[in-house]
């Protein structure tokens, strides 16, 4: 893979953490209903949303891996009533917001998801159509352009 279009590929791997951050930030994703607020922004989990690039076994394909705490499965499907989560995992969740992590607190934290679960908001899916859009109208043409200086390159020489 070329330099020219390697530098594409890291900008497109750029933008796709960057639109992870704008849907946990955005309102109509992030609001969870039971307290009224959006408690995915300024979360954790915007704060490490990351990328990395790896390349196929001849170097020529790209793969982008968007990097999300492990937590964001139980974001996005939710999780039905009846079954308490571990206190351990809501421990690290409760102390990046400054929240008690005495075991009553935690204990009542686990008991209110057993009873009422937690409703799943769909970033994964919203992100992928964020995706596909930026692909449509921005990314294919930076590609094709990069590819196509470098073919122009390789057979002016």
Do not use: C
């Not at 094709?144 to 020489?157: G, I, P, Q, V, W």
Request: glycine fraction near 6%; hydrophobic fraction near 40%.
């Amino acid at each position: 893979m070329n330099n020219h279009v390697l530098k594409v590929v890291e900008e497109i791997s750029r933008d796709i953490v960057a639109l992870a951050q704008f849907v946990l930030d955005n309102d109509s994703i992030g609001v969870n209903r039971k307290t009224g607020r959006n408690t995915l922004k300024d979360s954790i989990m915007i704060k490490d949303a990351d990328s990395r690039i790896s390349f196929g076994s001849n170097g020529d394909n790209a793969v982008i891996e968007i990097l999300f705490n492990n937590y964001i499965d139980y974001i996005e499907k939710g999780r039905s009533p009846g079954k308490m989560p571990p206190i351990s995992a809501l421990k690290e969740w409760a102390q990046s917001r400054g929240i008690s992590t005495g075991n009553s607190t935690l204990f009542a934290i686990a008991n209110a998801i057993k009873r009422d679960g937690i409703e799943g908001r769909p970033i994964l899916a919203t992100l992928e159509r964020e995706i596909e859009i930026s692909f449509e109208n921005e990314w294919y043409d930076k590609l094709f352009e990069a590819m196509t200086s470098e073919l122009n390159k390789y057979f002016d020489n």
